[in-house]
């Protein structure tokens, strides 16, 4: 792991906790400080602290953006959703379960797969924009799925369509070159 110094303090960084401004290395104290103005952000660095006086808020120093998405991580590993339901599922004593419309996402998928018909078609069919389209086309929740930060894990809620379904639609989809979202 290569290490850097801190051009305002002086605090040797690890990779990990190294921030680049304007070309220069700043630690996770000094970033949160620096200026966004170039101009501004050269006389900041001019001013030099003591790596020692700002050592107080090196312990606090991770940001609470960090430990919430640590917190979301850990949430997407018990197989439980981020955000609100999608198309289909709704909320129930804090659970997901399919919604009264659950059948019409597996129609969607169906009439995707097996019919010539276009994304505009059938978005202007159910009511979608194409991006909302897509969005349920490439949704891992229907697997019964939890995608979060690159990383796929078993939900905790009742799949609506098959593997195989959600597979051949993908297929498609990569052979019409349409990018997933």
Request: hydrophobic residues 30%; positive net charge; glycine residues 6%.
């Amino acid at each position: 792991m290569e290490e850097k110094e801190c051009v305002k303090c002086g605090y040797v960084c690890n990779s990990e906790s190294q921030n680049i401004k304007f070309g220069a290395n700043l630690c996770n104290v000094c970033i949160k400080f620096a200026p966004n103005s170039e101009l501004d952000f050269r006389s900041y660095i001019q001013e030099k602290i003591d790596k020692n006086s700002v050592n107080c808020f090196r312990k606090y120093s991770s940001s609470s953006g960090e430990n919430q998405k640590r917190g979301m991580i850990k949430k997407a590993s018990t197989g439980k959703l981020m955000s609100r339901p999608p198309f289909g599922y709704k909320f129930d004593n804090g659970k997901i379960i399919p919604a009264q419309n659950w059948r019409e996402v597996e129609e969607i998928f169906e009439a995707f797969l097996n019919k010539n018909i276009s994304l505009t078609q059938l978005a202007k069919k159910h009511n979608f924009s194409v991006n909302g389209l897509k969005k349920i086309l490439t949704n891992f929740t229907y697997l019964g799925r939890v995608k979060f930060n690159g990383q796929i894990h078993n939900g905790t809620h009742q799949s609506i369509i098959s593997s195989t379904l959600f597979n051949h639609v993908q297929n498609k989809l990569e052979r019409l070159g349409i990018k997933k979202q």
